[in-house]
């Protein structure tokens, strides 16, 4: 890892270009392993509505959303377990999350060149003193950072492949969102699009 001098964004802490591109390939691999024990799906909102990433999840539970709501649950929508978080993906969060404890939680979102994230808190965790940790692959994406409370001035920077921010301490409940992505601004992964981990304590 290459540790650069962080950068503030709105509270959150942006380490630009931390993971080398070797270490971001073995991410990859990683995660088409989890992908294909626990396979990408569409989450559907209570109303019925598709998100537009996919998704998927490691470690002891996985965030879902269906017409029963979002929770974090023990299995995946097919009925496995979620398989265990990969040791190359846990080393990202030693070296940048601060905390004694280690996740429980990593989402995988897949974001084709179509995909966004609506302004949204993470706040279905148990402990807010522990961080968010979001790991960037593949193409740019435009990260907007707001408050947290809901609306307000916001900030904008596009993510890039190993970028790795960290949402936590007073930016922990901050509003965040990704506008959009910008297709082919990568070649990591074959096909195109973004992969971004969060890793969380959620219990
Ligand atoms: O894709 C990103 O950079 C952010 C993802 C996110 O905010 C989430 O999964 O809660
Ligand atoms: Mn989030």
Redesign the pocket.
């Known amino acids: 890892m290459r540790h650069e001098t962080p950068l503030t964004v709105r509270g959150c802490t942006l380490h630009p270009g931390l993971l080398e591109p070797a270490e971001q390939a073995a991410l990859v691999e990683a995660v088409r392993e989890v992908v294909r024990a626990a396979p990408l799906f569409h989450p559907e909102t209570r109303r019925g509505q598709q998100m537009s990433?996919r998704?998927t999840s490691a470690g002891s539970v996985g965030?879902i959303s269906d017409r029963r709501g979002y929770r974090y649950d023990a299995r995946h929508p097919g009925g496995m377990a979620w398989p265990p978080i990969p040791p190359e993906v846990l080393a990202v969060w030693d070296a940048v999350a601060g905390v004694d404890r280690q996740p429980d939680s990593c989402?995988v979102?897949f974001?084709g060149p179509e995909a966004r994230?609506g302004m949204?808190q993470?706040r279905d965790e148990a402990d807010f003193s522990m961080p968010?940790v979001?790991i960037?692959l593949g193409d740019d994406?435009l990260?907007r950072v707001g408050n947290v409370e809901r609306g307000g001035k916001t900030e904008s920077v596009w993510?890039q492949s190993g970028d790795v921010?960290v949402?936590g301490g007073d930016a922990r409940l901050a509003h965040?969102?990704?506008d959009r992505i910008r297709p082919g601004t990568s070649t990591l992964l074959r096909e195109g699009g973004?992969l971004?981990l969060?890793l969380r304590v959620a219990l």
């Open positions: 990433v998704m965030w989402l979102n974001y994230m949204h993470d968010v979001s960037s994406a990260f993510l921010v949402i965040h969102g990704v973004r971004n969060t």
